[in-house]
């Protein structure tokens, strides 16, 4: 479970499967991110800055997936970073 302790910001609505996932960035907070919540409510932290870290109380912002969706963007807002996460498995992003 993600920190969630700040308000969801940007939202993308995946549903290339039966689980149906929510990506969001979290708006500010000490551990700024990218959360997932699935179709039956559960919770997941897909990325997130350490308390205390580089990216503490930044904002995660600007999520997307590339046209294949096997990458996923997102940056720091204050940082000024934009980072690119692929999975090691080679699947898509759900």
């Given at each position: 479970q993600g920190s969630f302790n700040s308000q969801p910001d940007q939202i993308i609505e995946s549903d290339?499967?039966?689980?149906?996932?929510?990506?969001?960035?979290?708006?500010g907070g000490s551990a700024p991110g990218v959360h997932?919540?699935?179709r039956e409510?559960?919770?997941?932290?897909?990325?997130r800055g350490v308390p205390g870290g580089r990216y503490a109380g930044d904002e995660s912002v600007g999520i997307a997936f590339s046209p294949?969706?096997?990458k996923f963007y997102f940056g720091f807002q204050?940082?000024?970073?934009l980072m690119e996460v692929t999975r090691h498995d080679g699947h898509v992003f759900n």
């Open positions: 290339l499967d039966k689980r149906k996932y929510i990506y969001f960035t979290e708006d997932v919540r699935d409510g559960k919770y997941y932290t897909m990325v294949d969706r096997k204050d940082a000024g970073v």
